[in-house]
């Protein structure tokens, strides 16, 4: 890099590192370190939501889906599936708005320190007592169908359940690829490259997709869940001004 290289001056620089990212680059100039959360299993999970279209990109889905809040990247097996795998048994009308046969979504396990209880939104992550949690975000992209020999979104959702003191999903997706651990931010639409999310994040996204039921997502709104969760979210562009970006150790 050229000695009188500066960073553009529309950047948010001096935030921490940010996301989403391609994960199959290591590259990254941001200077900000903090400590990678400790496992999953050893923090609370507290909110488990989804962004229609993958905020990353990987190689398993880095199929360009555009700009805009539902931009992002769609996962590569998009364009094989059939008609009767992109035909909606809901025609429209499934209770988890926002998403149909044929896209793709990021879920987000949402994991803190803080002594919480799952709950809706990124404010069930903290408390008064707890300002500044470690913050973990388990990721998996998911290629929806209409298919009920896919995934079961009902294997990795909550349900109560309390594993050595902490709150815990039935199960994270396997089988996908070793994920790709690095430091990162909160997403979502209303941050990009010259606003920046100020959170301090530990990811572990997945590299490959999965084909998930989409019966089972909708089920799981229909059924009602802690999170209160009922549609997915935008996403936020992918970051890649290196200046934004931690290295990947």
Not at 55 to 70: I, L, R
Not at 189 to 197: A, G, H, N, V
Not at 227 to 244: K, M
């Amino acid at each position: 890099m050229a000695d009188n290289y500066s960073p553009k001056p529309d950047l948010c620089v001096g935030s921490g590192p940010q996301t989403p990212r391609d994960i199959s680059s290591a590259d990254g100039l941001n200077p900000i370190k903090f400590a990678i959360a400790p496992e999953p299993e050893t923090l609370n999970l507290c909110n488990i939501h989804s962004h229609t279209n993958a905020e990353h990109k990987a190689p398993g889905f880095s199929v360009y889906a555009g700009d805009g809040a539902y931009g992002g990247y769609q996962c590569n097996e998009t364009a094989e599936l059939t008609e009767a795998e992109l035909a909606d048994p809901a025609n429209g009308e499934g209770a988890f708005k926002g998403v149909k046969p044929g896209d793709t979504i990021e879920v987000h396990w949402v994991y803190s320190s803080c002594d919480v209880s799952p709950g809706e939104g990124l404010g069930s992550c903290l408390n008064d007592a707890c300002e500044n949690p470690t913050l973990r975000v388990e990721a998996q992209a998911f290629l929806v169908v209409n298919d009920t020999s896919a995934i079961n979104f009902n294997d990795y959702v909550y349900e109560n359940t309390v594993i050595n003191g902490v709150h815990q999903p039935k199960a994270l997706p396997s089988g996908t690829g070793t994920p790709v651990v690095f430091r990162g931010s909160t997403t979502g639409p209303s941050f990009d490259q010259s606003t920046c999310s100020p959170l301090q994040v530990t990811w572990s996204v997945r590299p490959m997709c999965a084909r998930l039921d989409i019966n089972s997502l909708n089920e799981w709104a229909a059924n009602g869940n802690t999170f209160n969760e009922t549609t997915s979210y935008g996403v936020r562009a992918l970051v890649t001004a290196p200046e934004l970006l931690s290295p990947i150790e």
